[in-house]
T-cell receptor, first 110, second 114 residues
Framework: EDQVTQSPEALRLQEGESSSLNCSYT??????LFWYRQDPGKGPEFLFT???AGEEKEKERLKATLTKKESFLHITAPKPEDSATYLCAVQAGGSEKLVFGKGTKLTVNP | EAGVTQSPTHLIKTRGQQVTLRCSPI?????VYWYQQALGLGLQFLLWYDEGEERNRGNFPPRFSGRQFPNYSSELNVNALELEDSALYLC?????????????FGEGSRLTVL
């Protein structure tokens, strides 16, 4: 069964304090790994797609990387507006559905 | 460009009742997905519709059903509501299967079952 585990469950950072979020996965034939951001009371917002080990994607202060077993979302010099829950999801080959992790709730204090 | 819209935004029902949730995808998107986000759980895949047909469903009982209309909007129906159906129901659309994992979500319908 495809599975996604995210850690930590919650993370508090000071503004400017860089850190990483982890997403470990098991999937039968990875078709894609996806990162989403979810603000309170809102639906998730798509951030990145990673397709193969070694791939990296960047957007502003966020950088996502992928290995054969896990993905990291690196946050460099975060700002309070980066506070949100970050969700990781995988898609298996031959499947259209995404399997989501429970998310990491990030709080960035000014 | 309008995003994915869902209605109602909030609703309260009692056990045994039935509910219908509605979703309008982004213009040009033919695929609609429904996910359930219960407290403490990750998003759970419910249903996928494409071109008016149900293509796949998650591990939910048959009292969860839906349909997609010719204009690609969609409905999710839940019969015989149970307390554990309390959750945020999210609809998402995508332009097709090429980038099927890049979903555009609505803000959800929050269902409370008493």
């Amino acid at each position: 069964e495809d599975q996604v585990t995210q850690s930590p469950e919650a993370l508090r950072l000071q503004e400017g304090e860089s850190s990483s979020l982890n997403c470990s996965y098991t999937v039968s034939g990875l078709r894609g790994l996806f990162w989403y951001r979810q603000d309170p009371g809102k639906g998730p917002e798509f951030l990145f797609t990673l397709y193969s080990a070694g791939e990296e994607k960047e957007k502003e202060r966020l950088k996502a990387t992928l290995t054969k077993k896990e993905s990291f979302l690196h946050i460099t010099a975060p700002k309070p507006e980066d506070s949100a829950t970050y969700l990781c999801a995988v898609q298996a080959g031959g499947s259209e559905k995404l399997v989501f992790g429970k998310g990491t709730k990030l709080t960035v204090n000014p | 460009e309008a995003g994915v819209t869902q209605s109602p935004t909030h609703l309260i029902k009692t056990r045994g009742q039935q509910v219908t949730l509605r979703c309008s995808p982004i213009s040009g998107h033919t695929s609609v997905y429904w996910y359930q986000q219960a407290l403490g759980l990750g998003l759970q895949f419910l249903l996928w519709y494409d071109e008016g047909e149900e293509r796949n469903r998650g591990n939910f009982p048959p009292r969860f059903s839906g349909r997609q209309f010719p204009n690609y909007s969609s409905e999710l129906n839940v019969n015989a509501l149970e307390l554990e159906d309390s959750a945020l129901y999210l609809c998402a659309s995508s332009p097709g299967t090429v980038k099927a994992g890049e979903l555009f979500f609505g803000e959800g319908s929050r269902l409370t079952v008493l």
